[in-house]
């Protein structure tokens, strides 16, 4: 158990060793890239920053609140994105072109190989953007106790698993749905609305940040738990995201099969 444990861990560490090499062949290109996602990262921040200072404001949410929220969405993007993020674009391609034979060939489970695959070093923008941003927000509203910091140790994880079962269920789409890139158009606009507060759905509609598609997760939950807010429906938001992540795993296995049987 240990033993595999282990061989999936220097797996990914290897595909993250290889995806580093490869964009610090061309150091000043990767500089550049990682200025300019962040940069583009920000614009949500800059907007909420501009409605606050004209007066405007998310209900029972102050500025740092609310930018908090937003640093923690990019924090948790900067992790599952240079992870996994990949594993759409590249599963995409290898089945455009037809090589996705080849992972089918290798002595593991084309998911870890896929994901092995997947480390895209340019989304470490969103990461150090996010951690920037976080930092400064606490610094404005207090450091968080240690009970807070274990809530949000345990949000954020869900954020992450929730980032990852969308990867793999637009993954798996794109083995069937060849070459057709608007699954992950869709996802972008739909978790967008996890880094505002829940409050800028109506009433009778904020039940939808927490069930179905809970994106109060990916940024909200975790926020709140370091701001020591108490959010409305917690336990329906963390079982839908174990709901979708195993509907994730499923579809793709399934998918799979479908293209095997194929003759793919």
Known sequence: M???????????????????????????????SLLVMMGLEFVPTLI????????LAFPGWSL?????????????????????????WNTGEMVREGSFELVLLQPRHPLQSCMARAFDAEDLGKLA??????????AHVGVPSALQMAGFAVFFALSIALFLASIVAMGSLLIVWVGNFRVYEIF???????????????????????AG?????????????????????????VASVAILLFASLTLWNRLLRRLVGAGG
């Open 48 to 55: 909420t920053a501009l409605l606050y200072r004209n007066g």
């Open 129 to 138: 953007g996010g951690l920037a941003l976080s930092s400064w927000c606490l």
């Open 64 to 88: 740092h609140e609310a930018l908090l929220v937003q640093g923690v969405f990019l924090t948790a993007k900067g992790i599952a994105y240079p992870l996994f993020g990949g594993l759409v």
């Open 213 to 237: 598609f809970p994106f109060a997760a990916f940024a909200v939950l975790p926020a709140s738990s370091l701001l020591g807010r108490s959010v409305e429906g917690i336990w329906l938001a």
């Open 188 to 210: 972008e606009t739909m978790a967008s609305l996890g880094q505002f507060p829940s409050t800028i759905l109506p009433k009778n509609l904020r039940g939808l940040a927490v």
């Open 2 to 32: 240990l033993q595999a444990i282990k061989g999936h861990l220097e797996l990914h560490l290897e595909g993250v060793r290889l995806g580093l090499a490869v964009r610090l062949a061309n150091r000043l290109d990767f500089a550049a």
